[in-house]
């Protein structure tokens, strides 16, 4: 227990002590909101799709969890370069549990910073039905960041530097979230683009979150459980698997 | 009893031998020095006796466990200040050794009051509050060293611990090893550059160079193999010209062959 949750304290002290992560947390999710959101607002509309803002808000908000959970598993190639990957690997500690409680730090923050960003939505015209439904988001926003905390620490794990994570970033975190149904609707898609979407665990939280808070889920809160729960599972056994495999 | 077993150890690192078929060992309660030249293999050596890098062949035991099958139970048995920087810019130094002994379940109490010993005598305890980003290198050195007298483990291994350190903090250091060797049995395991170090504090000394251990012994024996006065010289001897001349035996030739073959 101790372990777990030093790890996780150590996670939050040092995310609230850097004022420019903060920042940069926050900045860039209501960039998106406010440009996409007022952009394509007017045409969203025209098209009879309603408001877009309210269609937006579910996806901005799994996008945050999606950054600041891969962001936090990734951590550990600083940590590695900073040198206290060290302390912790030789620590009488079984790894799994100094996973875990990297893990939860990192979801911890980013399910913080998402809660954040719902409650500036309400500024700009959204609303949360009730505390049902919120809950049922939280739920689907626990998942999205334990999936992608885990495929940080999973990817970190093998990287013995900095130099891929620029990659990572561009190649990896924009394609999750563009093809994800945060920005568009699912209804109607061109036949590739549906199949990636498909493909994309993202698309899952992205529709559970909406669908939880706007009450209209495309893939069916079902089907969106069952994948997360499972993708879930998986990428947490492989993450813990490659977290203990580290060599230094 | 022995405490450290190493035998036939080695470590490639694609194909560059770092450590070459080592063989040592290290009885309880005793001070060992391993002295080298930059690059020689010591910090390889230490890495893989203490669980962070697997061999490529050879066996090893920490007080009869295996580091690589037995990571868990090893990582009870030590503790380790590394020769890089390992503590957390982010955190202050009081919050750096709580960490610390939270993860090796020192009690709280006691966890208190050695923490405040400690930071006491690596002179921090005014700094305690203070980010380690804003420390000096001495000063994370020092911390680093305290972090290392936090827990009191079966065996203490030393990477250079005084590197970068004026003399009087040194000295106080190596009294403070000697001490808690003494008083707890406590094994320990170091490697310095400072010769007069390792004359006047280690039991036992061995010498690798290019990752191969060329003679152990007390300083004394070293100085008398070598038929020096002290150890900076003999070192020197062992692992200036002598050696590597003796050493372009055919056996080193053949290797050498084996090697411009492989690549
Ligand atoms: N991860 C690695 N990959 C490739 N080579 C490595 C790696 N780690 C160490 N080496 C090489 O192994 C050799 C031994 O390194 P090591 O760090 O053990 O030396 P050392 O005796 O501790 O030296 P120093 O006194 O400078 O600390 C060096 O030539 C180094 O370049
Ligand atoms: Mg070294």
């Not at chain 2, 400690?118 to 921090?124: A, D, G, Q, R, T």
């Not at chain 2, 305890?125 to 911390?143: A, E, H, N, P, Y």
């Given at each position: ?9 150590r ?5 609230f002590r ?21 952009g ?31 962001s ?12 206290f ?10 790894r799994?549990?100094?996973m ?73 975190v ?24 498909r ?6 939280g ?24 499972s ?9 813990s ?8 | ?6 035998s ?10 770092a450590?070459?078929?080592?063989s ?6 005793e ?13 390889t ?9 697997d061999?490529?062949s ?44 939270i ?5 709280k109490?006691l966890l ?26 001495g ?40 001490k ?33 251990i ?50």
């Amino acid at each position: 227990m101790g372990a777990i949750y030093i790890m996780w304290l150590r996670q939050l002290k040092r995310y609230f002590r850097s004022k420019s992560r903060l920042i940069g947390a926050f900045g860039q999710p209501l960039l998106f909101l406010l440009a996409l959101g007022f952009g394509f607002g007017p045409v969203f509309k025209q098209a009879g799709q309603g408001d877009y803002i309210s269609f937006l808000v579910p996806g901005i908000v799994a996008m945050t969890v999606l950054f600041t959970s891969l962001s936090s598993g990734i951590e550990i190639i600083w940590d590695r370069q900073f040198g206290f990957l060290k302390e912790t690997l030789v620590a009488p500690v079984p790894r799994l549990k100094i996973m875990i409680g990297r893990t939860l730090g990192g979801a911890t923050l980013a399910i913080f910073q998402a809660i954040i960003v719902l409650l500036l939505s309400l500024f700009v015209g959204f609303k949360v039905p009730d505390v049902h439904s919120f809950l049922i988001a939280l739920m689907f926003m626990i998942f999205i960041a334990l999936i992608f905390t885990a495929l940080g620490t999973a990817i970190a794990s093998r990287m013995q530097d900095f130099h891929g994570f620029q990659l990572i970033m561009n190649f990896l975190v924009m394609p999750l979230f563009f093809l994800s149904g945060a920005i568009f609707p699912l209804q109607g898609l061109p036949k590739i683009l549906d199949i990636i979407v498909r493909l994309n665990p993202l698309s899952y939280g992205v529709d559970g979150v909406r669908g939880a808070l706007s009450g209209v889920f495309h893939y069916g809160l079902a089907l969106d459980l069952l994948v997360l729960a499972s993708v879930a599972a998986v990428l947490l056994a492989i993450g813990s698997y490659l977290f203990s495999k580290v060599q230094i | 009893m022995i405490s450290i077993k190493v035998s036939k150890l080695t470590k490639r690192f694609k194909r560059f031998t770092a450590v070459n078929n080592i063989s040592f060992s290290v009885n309880e309660g005793e001070i060992f020095a391993f002295l080298g030249p930059n690059g020689a293999g010591k910090t390889t050596t230490i890495k893989m006796l203490t669980t962070l890098l697997d061999p490529s062949s050879g066996t090893l035991s920490l007080n009869g466990a295996d580091p690589v099958k037995e990571k868990n139970t090893v990582r009870k048995s030590f503790g380790i200040v590394f020769q890089d920087p390992s503590s957390d810019d982010e955190l202050t130094a009081y919050e750096n050794l709580e960490f610390h002994g939270i993860l090796y379940k020192v009690p709280k109490k006691l966890l208190k009051h050695r923490i405040e010993e400690l930071l006491k005598f690596v002179e921090l305890w005014d700094r305690r509050d203070s980010m380690v980003k804003t420390f000096s290198g001495g000063m994370k050195r020092r911390l680093e060293i305290a972090r290392g007298f936090l827990h009191h483990p079966k065996i203490l291994f030393l990477d250079e611990p005084t590197i970068g350190l004026d003399p009087q903090t040194r000295s106080h250091i190596w009294e403070y090893v000697k001490k808690l060797n003494k008083e707890e049995k406590i094994t320990v395991f170091f490697t310095t550059h400072y010769m007069e170090e390792a004359e006047r504090v280690a039991d036992k000394i061995a010498i690798i160079d290019h990752g191969k251990i060329i003679d152990i012994g007390t300083a004394k024996k070293l100085k008398k193999d070598t038929k020096t006065r002290n150890l900076e010289d003999a070192f020197i001897k062992l692992t200036g010209h002598a050696i590597r001349d003796e050493e372009s035996t055919p056996a080193e030739n053949m290797r050498m062959r084996i090697r411009a073959r492989n690549r």
